[in-house]
């Protein structure tokens, strides 16, 4: 297949000083063409907050 989307090791972290949130920890994944990918998560749990694409 044809990758169109590959990540590796991928880190997060958002805030300042000394609150500083751990959103994403090494996280590596690749998408095919054909492929659909979604992003599942309760309702605040920083979905959105994590999104860098």
């Not at 090791?9 to 949130?21: A, E, P, S, V």
Request: glycine share 16%; charged share 15%.
């Amino acid at each position: 297949m044809n990758t169109i989307l590959k990540l590796e090791h991928i880190q997060k972290y958002y805030g300042n000083g000394g609150n500083i949130t751990k959103a994403i920890q090494d996280i590596s994944f690749s998408v095919e063409a054909g492929e659909f990918l979604g992003i599942m998560g309760a309702s605040g749990s920083g979905k959105t907050t994590g999104t860098f694409f």
